[in-house]
C-alpha cells in the first residue's frame, strides 16, 4: 500500500476488482477495439497528454518495459509504465515514477470513471472487459499525475489490442514466436502481422531479431506508414556478456555508440536481448544517434543496473535455492532453461509446475523434461488453470511415473519440492548437499503470482 493507503482503500479496491473481473476477464477476448476508442474519446484522449513508448511481442515485453522504464528515470523523465499481467495485485499494472499507484488512487480513478464505464456499456451488444477498463483508467492516472512518457505494454497482438489507440513515438517489438494462436493466427507471419499494428506513422520501430517470416511482416508495415527502424544484429546489439554474481555484465552496441560494462541483475541471454532493446528504444525516443553520440554512460550504467524484473528467474529462498519464472510458453520456458543452467549450475532441480489449459502444454513439458530431475505437478486458483491430474496425465508419458509428483495445492507443491531437491544427498555428494540443489516453479505468470505471494512479503514494485 502507500502511505496513504488504509484497509478501507484495500477493501474498495477488492470490491472493484472483483467487480470488473465479474464482466469479462483477461482470457475471454473480443478482438476489436471499438469499445477502447469509444471509451477514451468521452474521456478526451487522455493517452494523447503524453508522449509513449509502446511495447509487443511474444516474450519479454515485461521486462524490456522495466528497463525502458528506468532508462528514462534515469534521465530525469517522468514515466508512467503500464504492464500485464500482474503477480499479486492489480495495482502493480499502473506505475507512476517508478512506484505502483496505490489504492487510494485505484479507487478514486475507478469512480470518476464509472460513470462513463456505463455511458459506453450501453452502446455496445459486449460490455468493457476488465482489461478496457484498467488500460483506460491507467491512462487516466498518467494524465492526472502528470507524466512525460508511457511505456505500455500491450495485452494481446497489436492492431485490435486496446492499448493500440496510443501514437507512439517508439514501438518495440520483441521476439515472436507463437503463441495466443486461437486469438492471433497460426503462423509466425500471421501472428506478426496483427503485432506490426503498434507501429505508427512517423515513428521509430525498435525490432529484436525475428524470424525471417515475421521480420519481413514488421518491415512492411513499417514501409507501409513511413516509419524508421531500427534491427538487432544490424543497427544495434549485445557485443559481449559475462556471468556475475547476481546476474551478468554486458557490453552493448546501441544506435548511438557502444555501451561497456554494464551490469544487469538479470540472468539469461533473453534479458540482455531485452536490455539493448530497451537502450535502443531510449537513445530513438531522445533522437540519439551515430551523430549525437552515445548516451551518459554511467546513468546507463546507474539504470540498468536498479532493473528488478519479479517473478522472472527471480531467486526468493536460498537452501535450496527457489526460483520463481513466469514462463509460460515453449519460447518462454527454452530461454529461461537455458538461463538456469548458465547461472546456476544446480546438480538437481525440481520443479514445480502449473500451467494455463489453453497453452502448449505438451511443448513446455518436453523441455522440462530433460532439464529437470524430478516434477511436481499442481494448479492454480485461475480458472483458466489446468487441473493437476490433467497436467499429471500428460506429464506421465515424458518423465515416467516415479518422476512425477502431484499436489494440487500450490504450497504443499513448493514443499514437496523442496523435500524431494533436500534428499539428492548421495547423488550430489559432499557436506554441502543444499548449494547443488534448486526448485524452479513456472508455467504461468498466475503460477510465479501465486508462489510470490506465498514466499514473498513485500510486492513486486
Not at 489490442?161 to 517489438?173: E, I, M, R
Not at 507501429?199 to 517470416?213: F, M, R, S, T
Amino acid at each position: 500500500m502507500a502511505p496513504e493507503d488504509n484497509p478501507r482503500d484495500a477493501a474498495q479496491l477488492r470490491e472493484i476488482e472483483a467487480s470488473i473481473f465479474g464482466r469479462r476477464g483477461e482470457g475471454h477476448i473480443r478482438p476489436t477495439n471499438e469499445r477502447m476508442q469509444a471509451l477514451v474519446d468521452l474521456l478526451g484522449d487522455p493517452q494523447r497528454s503524453y508522449r509513449s513508448v509502446h511495447l509487443t511481442g511474444t516474450n519479454g515485453k515485461s521486462s524490456t518495459a522495466r528497463m525502458v522504464d528506468e532508462l528514462l528515470r534515469g534521465f530525469g523523465v517522468r514515466t508512467g509504465r503500464y504492464t500485464s499481467p500482474h503477480l499479486a495485485r492489480v495495482t502493480e499494472r499502473i506505475v507512476v515514477d517508478g512506484q505502483p499507484v496505490g489504492d487510494r488512487a485505484f479507487v478514486e480513478g475507478y469512480r470518476e470513471l464509472q460513470p462513463y464505464l456505463d455511458i459506453v456499456d450501453k452502446q455496445f451488444d459486449v460490455p468493457l472487459s476488465f482489461f478496457e477498463i484498467v488500460t483506460a483508467l491507467a491512462f487516466s492516472i498518467f494524465a492526472d499525475a502528470p507524466i512525460d512518457v508511457a511505456v505500455v505494454e500491450v495485452g494481446l497482438g497489436g492492431t485490435w489490442d486496446n492499448t493500440n489507440v496510443l501514437d507512439a513515438d517508439v514501438s518495440v517489438v520483441t521476439p515472436i514466436g507463437l503463441d495466443h494462436m486461437q486469438y492471433l493466427g497460426s503462423t509466425v507471419a500471421e501472428i506478426a502481422g496483427e503485432k506490426a499494428g503498434i507501429i505508427k506513422p512517423g515513428g521509430v520501430a525498435i525490432l529484436a531479431a525475428q524470424p525471417p517470416e515475421a521480420a519481413a511482416e514488421l518491415l512492411r508495415r513499417a514501409a507501409e506508414v513511413g516509419a524508421s527502424v531500427a534491427r538487432e544484429g544490424l543497427e544495434f546489439g549485445v557485443l559481449d556478456r559475462r556471468i556475475a554474481v547476481g546476474g551478468q555484465f554486458l557490453t552493448l552496441q546501441g544506435l548511438a555508440g557502444r555501451y561497456d560494462e554494464i551490469f544487469l541483475p538479470l540472468h539469461g541471454a533473453h534479458q540482455a536481448q531485452n536490455a539493448v532493446l530497451a537502450l535502443a528504444a531510449v537513445e530513438a525516443f531522445f533522437g540519439a544517434g551515430a551523430e549525437s553520440g552515445p548516451l551518459d554512460i554511467e546513468i546507463v550504467r546507474s539504470a540498468l543496473a536498479a532493473v528488478r524484473s519479479p517473478g522472472r528467474l527471480e531467486p526468493v529462498r536460498s537452501a535450496p535455492t527457489i526460483l520463481l519464472d513466469a514462463a509460460h510458453n515453449p519460447a518462454g520456458m527454452t530461454a529461461s532453461l537455458v538461463a538456469v543452467a548458465e547461472a546456476f549450475q544446480f546438480r538437481r532441480l525440481v520443479a514445480v509446475v502449473a500451467m494455463m489449459a489453453d497453452k502448449d502444454i505438451a511443448g513446455m513439458l518436453e523441455l522440462l523434461e530433460p532439464a529437470v530431475d524430478e516434477l511436481v505437478v499442481t494448479q492454480t486458483s485461475s480458472d483458466r488453470g489446468l487441473p493437476a491430474d490433467e497436467l499429471a496425465a500428460a506429464a506421465v508419458p515424458l518423465f515416467g511415473a516415479d518422476r512425477v509428483t502431484v499436489e494440487p495445492r500450490l504450497d504443499d507443491a513448493i514443499e514437496a519440492a523442496v523435500r524431494l531437491a533436500e534428499t539428492g544427498d548421495d547423488m550430489l555428494g559432499g557436506d554441502d548437499v543444499l548449494a547443488g540443489a534448486g526448485v524452479l516453479v513456472t508455467g504461468s505468470v498466475v503460477t510465479a503470482g501465486e508462489a510470490r505471494t506465498l514466499l514473498v512479503r513485500e510486492g513486486p514494485g
